[in-house]
């Protein structure tokens, strides 16, 4: 037996995203799951940086820098710029930082 109200079930198939949705929606915070990315992403909210100043600034190995900064170009969340020989990387929209620190005021730091 079905306590919601027709208003709501209406609510629910107007408003729920569909399965192609809901999978790019957990892709995309699947990303925030991993500290090194996270970390690549509060470093490139504050200054678009090249591969090597990631790698110094955040103590990691150029590779897993590369490889990180790969898939999060890959689905969108960075974008990079060629200055002369040397590619900077950045947020590709505003919105990604506030999604980071919704989650930062969420936990209280």
Same mark, same amino acid.
């Given at each position: 037996m079905l306590t919601a109200t027709p208003q709501i079930l209406d609510d629910?198939?107007?408003y729920l995203p569909d399965n192609d949705a809901t999978a790019k929606i957990a892709r995309f915070f699947a990303?925030?799951?991993d500290p090194s990315r996270v970390k690549l992403l509060s470093a490139l909210a504050i200054a678009p940086l090249?591969?090597?100043?990631l =790698?110094?600034?955040l103590n990691m190995n150029q590779t897993?820098? =590369?490889h990180q900064l790969?898939?999060?170009?890959?689905t969108d969340v960075v974008k990079c710029e060629r200055q002369g020989k040397i590619l900077k990387y950045k947020i =590709?929209?505003?919105k990604i930082?506030?999604?980071l620190l919704v989650g930062v005021e969420y936990l209280g730091y």
């Open positions: 629910l198939d107007c990303l925030l799951a090249c591969v090597t100043d =790698s110094k600034i897993t820098v =590369s790969r898939l999060l170009r890959d =590709s929209n505003p930082n506030e999604i």
